[in-house]
C-alpha cells in the first residue's frame, strides 16, 4: 500500500499547479535541457539564442499537435551534429535549414504511414524482454558524458569539477529525500543552485559573457531561403539525402523515450493519442526550427528524468519551460548566465537524471517478472545493454553515424522477432 502512495503523481497531466510552483518547476526543466540545447548549435555553428527558441516553440508545437497530452520536452539533437557540421563550413545555413526541414517532413510522412496502419504492431516489436533493457540503455548511454564532465575542465582531470559534481549530486539527492512541500518538488534546481554557488566560489565560473550582453538581444535568425546578398532560392539535394536518413536514429530514441514516459506516467502515449500524433509533433517542431535557423529537435532524457524524481507529469510544467526558453531567447543576459552554469554542476545532476531513467528500465524487468533464468531472455537483454552502453556505433562515411542507442534498439527488436521462444537446448 505505501508502495503505491509512493508511486501516485505529484501532479498528473493535466494538473496545473499554482502559479509561483508552476515557475519554480518550470525553471528545473529549463536548466536541465539547456546545456545540452545550446551545445548542438555551439558545436555546430548555429545561433545558440535561436536554438533555445526554436526548442521552446518547438515544445509548444509538439504539446498542440498532440493536444497537450504527451509531457515531452523538444531539445536540440545530436544525431545531426556532423552533417550539419559538415554543411554549416562548405555551404553556409541554407543547406542545413534545408536539411532539418526534410528530417521534419519525413517524421510527418512516417505518422502518416502510422496513422493508417496503427500502432498495435508497437506490443510485438517492444514486449517487455525488449522495452527493460532499451530504457535501461538510454539512461546508462549517458553515464560517460556526465562522468566525464563532472571530473574534467578543458579536457584534464580537476579535483574542484569532481568536488563541485559531487556536492550538487549529494544536495540533489537530499533535496529529494529530505525537503517538503514546494522544496521537495524542486530537487533538480536545489542541486543546480548549490552547485553553481560553490562553482562561483571555486572559481569555476565567468561571468564575463553576462557582463557583456544586452539585456534585449534579438537572436540571429537565419531562414531556409537566405542568402549573404538577400533570399537565396537555391535547392541543395545533398542537404536532403545526407539528413533525411538519420530520422532512423532519432526514431529509435523516439519510440524509446515514448516507452520511458508512458512506464512513468501510467499512460498509454502510443494508443492516446497515439504514435502518429507524436511522431507528427517531433516533424512540425522539427521543420518550424529548419525554417529560423534552429537545429533539428528530439524529446529529451533529461526533461524525462526530471519528471521521474519530481512525479510532476503536468503538460503545463512542460509548456511553462517552453515558454521561458523562448522568452530567455530574447533576453540576453539571462541566457548568458544560464549558458555560465559549468559542466561539474549539469554533471553531478546528470549522475541523477540519467540514473533514475535507468531505473525505470529496472523497474518495467520486475514488474513483469522477466525471466533470465531463460536463455532467450538473456541472449536478447546481453547484447542490447552492451552495444547500447558501450556505443557500439555504425559510421557510414564522415556523415552518417547510428548510435549505439539507436542500434541497441534495433537488434532488440530483431532478436525478438527471431529467436525462438525456448532454445533448443532448454527444450
Avoid: C
Avoid at 210 to 220: D, I, R, T
Avoid at 324 to 334: E, H, S, T, V, W
Avoid at 407 to 422: E, S, W, Y
Amino acid at each position: 500500500m505505501e508502495e503505491k502512495q509512493q508511486r501516485q503523481p505529484i501532479y498528473d497531466l493535466h494538473e496545473r499547479p499554482p502559479f509561483f510552483q508552476l515557475i519554480g518547476l518550470s525553471l528545473q526543466h529549463l536548466f536541465s535541457m539547456f546545456g545540452a540545447t545550446i551545445l548542438v548549435p555551439l558545436l555546430v555553428g548555429l545561433n545558440p539564442g535561436v536554438a533555445l527558441f526554436s526548442s521552446g516553440v518547438g515544445t509548444l508545437i509538439h504539446l498542440l499537435t498532440t493536444k497537450g497530452k504527451v509531457p515531452a520536452y523538444m531539445g536540440s539533437s545530436f544525431a545531426f551534429i556532423i552533417p550539419m557540421a559538415s554543411m554549416m563550413k562548405t555551404i553556409g545555413y541554407p543547406a542545413v535549414g534545408q536539411g532539418v526541414v526534410s528530417v521534419g517532413i519525413v517524421y510527418l510522412i512516417i505518422s502518416l504511414i502510422v496513422w493508417r496502419i496503427g500502432s498495435a504492431w508497437i506490443d510485438k516489436i517492444f514486449p517487455p524482454e525488449v522495452v527493460g533493457p532499451v530504457i535501461l540503455v538510454i539512461g546508462l548511454s549517458l553515464a560517460a558524458t556526465a562522468a566525464q564532465s563532472a571530473t574534467e575542465l578543458n579536457g584534464h582531470y580537476d579535483i574542484k569539477v569532481f568536488l563541485v559534481a559531487g556536492a550538487t549530486l549529494l544536495v540533489t539527492i537530499f533535496a529529494n529525500m529530505y525537503l517538503g512541500g514546494f522544496l521537495g518538488l524542486i530537487p533538480v534546481l536545489i542541486g543546480i543552485i548549490f552547485g553553481y554557488l560553490l562553482a562561483l566560489a571555486l572559481g569555476l565560473v565567468d561571468l564575463s559573457s553576462v557582463a557583456s550582453a544586452h539585456w534585449f538581444a534579438l537572436p540571429k535568425f537565419d531562414f531556409l531561403f537566405s542568402g549573404h546578398n538577400g533570399l537565396s532560392w537555391h535547392f541543395y539535394p545533398m542537404a536532403v539525402l545526407t539528413m533525411a536518413p538519420l530520422v532512423l536514429v532519432t526514431l529509435s530514441e523516439h519510440l524509446g523515450h515514448l516507452l520511458v514516459l508512458s512506464k512513468i506516467t501510467g499512460q498509454d502515449f502510443f494508443e492516446n493519442p497515439g504514435l502518429h500524433k507524436t511522431l507528427a509533433g517531433d516533424g512540425a517542431a522539427s521543420v518550424f526550427a529548419g525554417l529560423v535557423g534552429g537545429p533539428a529537435v528530439t524529446s529529451y532524457g533529461e526533461n524525462i528524468g526530471v519528471m521521474q524524481l519530481s512525479r510532476v507529469y503536468s503538460v503545463w510544467v512542460i509548456g511553462g519551460a517552453a515558454v521561458l526558453a523562448a522568452g530567455f531567447a530574447f533576453i540576453g543576459k539571462l541566457s548568458a548566465l544560464i549558458g555560465t552554469v559549468p559542466g561539474a554542476v549539469t554533471g553531478g545532476v546528470g549522475f541523477m537524471l540519467y540514473g533514475v531513467i535507468a531505473a525505470a528500465g529496472l523497474q518495467v524487468i520486475v514488474d513483469n517478472k522477466v525471466d533470465y533464468g531463460q536463455k532467450r531472455n538473456l541472449m536478447i537483454a546481453g547484447p542490447v545493454m552492451v552495444v547500447g552502453i558501450g556505443n557500439f556505433h555504425l559510421a557510414l562515411g564522415s556523415q552518417v553515424d547510428f548510435s549505439g542507442v539507436a542500434l541497441a534498439t534495433v537488434l532488440g527488436i530483431i532478436l525478438n522477432l527471431i529467436l525462438p521462444k525456448v532454445a533448443k537446448s532448454d527444450r
